[in-house]
């Protein structure tokens, strides 16, 4: 979680004192509405870059990387829209423009700057959901492979078990390891009938010989499950 310190907030607030001061000493003499429209205006820039400053770059506990994701959007924003506003402001004052046409001017750049705010908050909603997602796609995966992992370990500990069961598991299990995670629903729905096949195995091979048929009809499964998983990519 980004926190701000509280002397960071001391900092901010003797800063904005010091602009305020500024404009009544300095800037007087501008017309009322010209003048509480630049205080406005420095006043949101200093917000904008005084916070974009202080506040960690980078959350990093946040694992989805929201953050990095907007990064360079973020500042390249700021940045911009600060130059362009002082600029606009100073222009505006020394070319004596009207009121109405910098208040126009400057309420276009702040919904620019909105746009490109809004725009970020999208990419880092998105970034979250593509990282949920995929953490989701690995979880099943996983669960999966601790599936036959469990099976493994009971092969391991049991005696009297032929060659060709050992042989047939670990043909299922090097399968396993080399599939990829899949955000298709349908592989979630393969997966999960794939380790009810293993766990299935796991139950029925401590009696083996009364189970052998079974046994048999369970690695079929798993054989052409494992083939239609393989055949299915990504939305």
């Given at each position: 979680m980004k926190k701000i310190s509280p002397i960071s907030w001391i900092v901010f607030a003797i800063g904005e004192i010091i602009l305020i001061l500024c404009f009544?000493?300095?800037?007087?003499?501008?017309?009322?509405?010209?003048f509480w429209l630049d205080l406005g205006v420095a006043t949101l820039t200093?917000?904008?870059?005084?916070?974009?400053?202080?506040?960690?770059?980078?959350?990093?506990?946040?694992?989805?990387?929201?953050?990095?994701?907007?990064?360079?959007?973020?500042?390249?924003?700021?940045?911009?829209?600060?130059?362009?506003?002082?600029g606009l402001m100073i222009g505006m004052q020394y070319n004596d423009v009207e009121f109405n046409y910098q208040l126009m001017a400057q309420i276009v750049l702040a919904f620019i700057l909105l746009l490109a705010l809004i725009?970020?908050?999208?990419?880092?909603?998105?970034?979250?959901?593509?990282?949920?997602?995929?953490?989701?796609?690995?979880?099943?995966?996983?669960?999966?492979?601790?599936?036959?992992?469990?099976?493994?370990?009971?092969?391991?500990?049991?005696?009297?078990?032929?060659?060709?069961?050992?042989?047939?598991?670990?043909?299922?299990?090097?399968?396993?390891?080399f599939l990829s995670p899949c955000n298709n629903p349908e592989a979630t729905k393969v997966e999960g009938m794939l380790s009810n096949e293993i766990i299935r195995i796991n139950s029925l091979c401590g009696d083996f010989e009364v189970n052998a048929e079974e046994i048999d009809r369970c690695f079929m499964a798993c054989r052409q499950l494992l083939k239609e998983r393989k055949s299915i990519y990504s939305r």
């Amino acid at each position: 979680m980004k926190k701000i310190s509280p002397i960071s907030w001391i900092v901010f607030a003797i800063g904005e004192i010091i602009l305020i001061l500024c404009f009544f000493l300095l800037l007087d003499n501008l017309a009322r509405d010209i003048f509480w429209l630049d205080l406005g205006v420095a006043t949101l820039t200093y917000v904008l870059l005084f916070f974009r400053s202080v506040r960690p770059m980078v959350d990093l506990d946040d694992k989805a990387g929201r953050d990095v994701s907007i990064l360079g959007l973020s500042w390249v924003s700021v940045i911009v829209y600060s130059v362009a506003a002082i600029g606009l402001m100073i222009g505006m004052q020394y070319n004596d423009v009207e009121f109405n046409y910098q208040l126009m001017a400057q309420i276009v750049l702040a919904f620019i700057l909105l746009l490109a705010l809004i725009a970020g908050s999208r990419m880092s909603a998105k970034t979250v959901e593509v990282f949920n997602e995929q953490r989701q796609m690995v979880s099943d995966l996983d669960r999966l492979r601790g599936d036959m992992r469990d099976l493994e370990r009971t092969v391991a500990i049991s005696s009297g078990l032929p060659a060709g069961f050992k042989s047939d598991v670990a043909d299922i299990s090097s399968q396993l390891r080399f599939l990829s995670p899949c955000n298709n629903p349908e592989a979630t729905k393969v997966e999960g009938m794939l380790s009810n096949e293993i766990i299935r195995i796991n139950s029925l091979c401590g009696d083996f010989e009364v189970n052998a048929e079974e046994i048999d009809r369970c690695f079929m499964a798993c054989r052409q499950l494992l083939k239609e998983r393989k055949s299915i990519y990504s939305r």
